[in-house]
């Protein structure tokens, strides 16, 4: 019994450890984690297990036996060439393929490593020393080259899932320019340059078209994967620092605002939920369909049929899976095409219904919801039936709209009737013969 107790104890300690998120760090400079304590201090009291790691470390590994050893990847070591271990290019897609998040912040000295992973994410960084420049939007305390940018909480994603509240501080960014794949619809503007930025390398006079111009000019970028992995790229390590943390804000234009801290750690932290998954998560459970009226559903619908179709969202939030509230859930009855597309009926404890008839048309469909908003995860459910025609025995007797044919056929047999009648009956008078 006392042995039994043990197991018991260990696995009640082993089981929340294998639930906890856990996160592999890259540093170029182990200061880094001094100098972005209170980013890290954050995701520790989020739930996030850190592992700190060089990344040029030749032990370095994502995954061992099949399984992988990381939920999350953090790379703030913006000037690596090549990673060590097993780690490269290859291996951390394979990773977002796998499930896995990719937090990523580099600056002006980006190596090959990153610039290549962006390429594969559909992120275009620009060139190593190059730096956004804005001679406008700069802060107060860059008098040489206007590197440290000002962006105003207008130039953030209007996602409340993905930045939550809009900061009501501007924000402070030093770093290099990216720009997004225009054929890659899955990238995620987060943070955009204002019209007068560009990205270029602050000694050079500009005597090329520089890679990024005014609002295709990209700060931070993000990207939801179809399998619901997250990775962000932000071109600013500083951005995550503790110094831009609580650092003032103002504009060297005249007469500019001034913010005694500035929105970058209300910002990140909120990013950081979103790329780790600790909110916009979305699950379904309970799809249910069947004949209004009745309990379960038939082996086969009929045409026409009045159906009931509910399914229960419910979302992530603050650790917890809570009711799902939303307007614009809808549900598709699908063939080749839809025949039916309307609106979920939502409740309070997040189940959506719908009532309505089915289709005059049988064949083999599908109660298809394929839910996909900016900053969740992509909800797609999808249940198929058979839906036939009537049996001879269910057809009404007599169709209104066949009557002429009924009182066509009718009045022939009776009219058959009548020249019967006559026909038979009717003698013509006899003639006497003639000598």
Known sequence: MYFCRVL??????WVPSLAADRALVLLDNFSTRETHSIFFGALKEQGVTLSFKSADDPNLSLIKYGEFLYDHLIIFSPSVTEFGG??????????VDGGGNVLVATNSDIGEAIRDLGTECGIDFDEEKTSVIDHLNHDVSD?????????DPSQVIDSQIIVGNRPTSALLFSGVGMTADPDNPLVLEIISGSSTSYSYVPDDDVKDYPHAVGRSTLLIAGLQARNNARIIFSGSLDFFSN?????????????????????NQE???SLAQWVFKKKGVLRFSDVKHHKQGEPQPPVAYTIADDVEYTIKIEELANGKW???????VQMEFVRIDPFVRLNLNASKD???????????????????VDYKRIGYTNLYSTTQMSVRPYTHTEYERFIFSAYPYYFSAFSMMFG?????MVYLHHRDDPKDKLD
């Open 322 to 328: 809570v009711p799902f509230q939303a307007k614009d």
């Open 8 to 13: 018991f104890g260990l696995v009640v300690f």
């Open 416 to 420: 058959l009737f009548v020249f019967s």
């Open 350 to 368: 997040g189940v959506f219904q719908a009532l309505f008839k089915l289709p005059d048309v049988y064949g083999v469909y599908q109660f298809k």
């Open 267 to 269: 910002l990140a932290l």
């Open 143 to 151: 008098l040489g080259y206007h590197t440290t940018i000002v962006a």
């Open 86 to 95: 097993d780690i490269d290019v290859a291996a951390i897609t394979n990773f």
């Open 243 to 263: 110094k831009y943390f609580a650092s003032s804000v103002q504009k060297a234009l005249p007469g500019s605002q001034r913010y005694d801290k500035s929105g």
